[in-house]
């Protein structure tokens, strides 16, 4: 089992910014690929970002390359997402997520489906 809790989410004018971490416990974090998802009012949930155990292999949604960056620290079991430029449409709830795999390709870790473990969510909202 592996615990994930979110945190850093909250208010922010468009162009703004915000970090968003997950702290993860239980198993070692350090064997699992992790994922960031989020999911609008009334819309599916999608994928934002995800990162290999090792942290060298970093994949982005499209609407999100250039401004997203997803990081981690295993050393502190603790994985970031660091959004700059916001948008409105970057409003959600924000997820992060552990895969059964160290590594994986995009097509994998960028399915929710492929997760195995979820945290509680944290509120994005990006005012105009």
């Known amino acids: 089992q592996v615990q994930l809790v979110e945190s850093g989410g909250g208010l922010v004018q468009s162009g703004g910014s915000l970090r968003l971490s997950c702290a993860a416990s239980g198993r070692t974090f350090s064997a699992y690929a992790m994922g960031w998802f989020r999911q609008a009012p009334v819309k599916e949930r999608e994928f934002v970002a995800a990162?290999?155990?090792?942290?060298?292999?970093?994949y982005y949604a499209d609407s999100v390359k250039g401004r997203f960056t997803i990081s981690r620290d295993n050393a502190k079991n603790m994985l970031y997402l660091q959004m700059n430029s916001l948008k409105p449409e970057d409003t959600a709830v924000y997820y992060c997520a552990a895969s059964g795999w160290p590594i994986a390709t995009m097509d994998i870790l960028g399915n929710h489906a492929k997760y195995a473990y979820w945290g509680q969510g944290t509120q994005v909202t990006v005012s105009s």
């Open positions: 990162i290999n155990w090792s942290g060298l292999s970093k």
